[in-house]
């Protein structure tokens, strides 16, 4: 079984940073793209960034210039560096990764962390 458990959400006054962990563990062959998105109450759940095992990046409209995803192949953790934060910014963040294991396809599947809530008061 594959697990994602992310750590480091909490109350964060506006302007303030925090920073997001999820960590991956099990039965694992390679991990490709691993990614963070967010889902604030009332709406859909939207991608906040994305990073290839290559390191590639790419990034929400919203959140450029201030949050920086990076990741630890050796330790199969991705972590979300969040600045300047704003209360919309507030909502349950969930980590996702494509994993391949010893039973999915070739390509991997997708796995989904429990999620973290990050709250930004004004």
């Known amino acids: 079984q594959v697990q994602l458990v992310e750590s480091g959400g909490g109350l964060v006054q506006a302007g303030g940073s925090l920073r997001l962990s999820c960590a991956a563990s099990?039965?694992?062959?390679?991990?490709?793209?691993m990614a963070w998105y967010r889902q604030a109450p009332g709406k859909q759940r939207e991608l906040v960034a994305h990073i290839t095992s290559g390191g590639s990046t790419n990034y929400a409209d919203s959140v450029t210039g201030r949050f920086t995803i990076s990741r630890d192949n050796a330790k199969n953790m991705v972590y979300l560096q969040m600045n300047s934060l704003n209360p919309e910014d507030t909502a349950v963040y969930y980590c996702?990764?494509?994993?391949?294991?010893?039973?999915?396809?070739?390509?991997?599947?997708?796995?989904w962390g429990q999620g973290t809530q990050v709250t930004v008061s004004s």
């Open positions: 099990g039965r694992i062959f390679s991990i490709n793209g």
């Open positions: 996702n990764a494509r994993i391949r294991t010893p039973t999915t396809p070739l390509t991997g599947r997708d796995y």
